[in-house]
């Protein structure tokens, strides 16, 4: 069946400039996750979404990030006045939760974004 | 959430069995065990999970240590596929988020 999947595959933008990323999770998938991986490090955490609602989004870095989730489907994640240290991989993930600390995630292949 | 400690880098060769080991001496008693691996240019993808109990899988096998501050991931017989980054991740049920560390950076020896 499907996968995540996530686009653009990349982005390049310049400084200052306004950035939306698109998630589209697996079909069915109540829990949806946000992470940005920088060269040479593992992802980190940003948001995480059970149905609409952001359930932990202690991970964004700043107030010029912001993700929604309207339909409990699709996710956007915007990012506002971007700068060169926002350039990274943004990953995005799924689960079911329908086994007890389980929860695997599925992920997609990812957004990289350059800021110029 | 629990600190883990994990080998930079491992060679093994092609179709020998490799031993991954994560140190995780701070993990809580409802803390699972999760490995995830991550190869080139894709996002992470789920190896294999366990709380107490030796784990298997089509994938790997998961030792888990009497005392649970270490585990194990084993690969049965390594092939070039499985050269990857692989992360160690301990993580409470109700805990959503993942916590990645900078993982093991393994390598496959044709």
Known sequence: GAGVSQTPSNKV??????????????????ALYWYRQS????????????????ADDSGLPNDRFFAVRPEGSVSTLKIQ??????????????????????HEQFFGPGTRLTVL | DAKTTQPNSMESNEEEPVHLPCNHSTISGTDYIHWYRQLPSQGPEYVIHGLTSNVNNRMASLAIAEDRKSSTLILHRATLRDAAVYYCIPSNFGNEKLTFGTGTRLTIIP
């Open chain 1, 39 to 54: 060269l040479g490090q593992g992802p980190e955490f940003l948001i995480y979404f059970q149905g609409t609602g952001a």
């Open chain 1, 81 to 102: 006045r971007t700068e060169r240290g926002d350039s990274a991989v943004y990953l995005c993930a799924s689960s079911s939760q329908t086994d007890r600390g389980g």
């Open chain 1, 13 to 30: 933008t310049e400084k200052g400039k306004y950035v939306e990323l698109r998630c589209d999770p697996i079909s069915g998938h109540t």
